[in-house]
């Protein structure tokens, strides 16, 4: 598996939900991949060292990403640009809250998708992101508890998973009153509370990385469903 395999579910996902809903694919939203893939490679190569790797990978990433500014005019790009960048290479393994952060900022390529790819930076973008933000942030409290469990192995299920439960029961509170959107959001409340049930302190890390990855292609398949049919 990819270093932070987890982070690049939470970069790509937001951005396939944004473009399956739009229904759009072209040459500006294809640049803007592979400038987005780029970056976050480089990031990749910083976290290792290389740094020489990282240079040129931003520079890929900057030559894919100036026609979809010069030529198409998707000038809010250099604003998303300038605040993401300067958080975008800092470590975020220890601390909860710069992992929220990192959610925050990875799922903003589903406006920024949408934007590139309709011209609009509308309340439907920011939706995209809202919706994203919310279902990840409820997988990163449920990654958090499992790796807690391991560390605290005399825990109760139920103090252990407290966090997890008490955030998907607001996300079920949001799901129930933002008809349909809020459909999207049921699969993973639905995995979280039997995987609280089934809570143990052995840490199955592939386990665990391989079915959040199911449940999150789930969760966007659903958006998308959800957006494109019922909406």
């Known amino acids: 598996m990819p270093r932070e395999h987890g982070a690049w579910g939470i970069l790509l996902i937001p951005f396939a939900t944004a473009i399956g809903i739009a229904g759009i694919f072209n040459a ?3 640049l803007l991949l592979v400038s987005v893939l780029c970056f976050y490679l480089a990031r990749t190569s ?3 060292g290389d740094y020489r790797g990282m240079a040129g990978l931003l520079v890929v990433s900057l030559v894919a990403v100036l026609p979809v500014v010069l030529i198409w005019h998707r000038w809010w790009l250099i604003a998303f640009g300038a605040g993401v960048a300067p958080v975008a290479f800092r470590r975020t393994e220890r601390s909860l809250a710069l992992q929220l952060a990192a ?13 590139v790819a309709t011209g609009l930076l509308n309340w439907p973008a920011w939706r995209l992101w809202l ?7 409820g997988r990163v409290f449920y990654v958090k508890m499992h790796i807690t469990a391991a560390s605290q192995r005399n825990g109760s299920r139920l103090r252990l998973g407290a966090l997890t439960l008490a955030y998907h029961g607001v996300l079920a509170g949001v799901a129930a009153s933002w008809w349909p959107v809020g459909l999207a959001f049921v699969p993973g409340i ?20 391989w ?11 659903s958006f998308v469903v959800v957006m494109r049919f019922f909406r």
């Open 28 to 30: 500006p939203v294809a």
């Open 46 to 48: 910083f976290l290792k």
């Open 103 to 115: 959610v925050a900022g990875l799922t903003l390529t589903a406006p920024v998708a949408w934007y």
């Open 131 to 137: 919706v994203n933000a919310l279902y990840f942030i």
């Open 190 to 209: 639905i995995h979280a509370v039997i995987g609280t049930a089934r809570l143990t302190p052995v840490l199955k890390i592939k386990q665990i990385a």
């Open 211 to 221: 079915t959040e990855a199911a449940v999150s292609v789930v969760f966007g398949v």
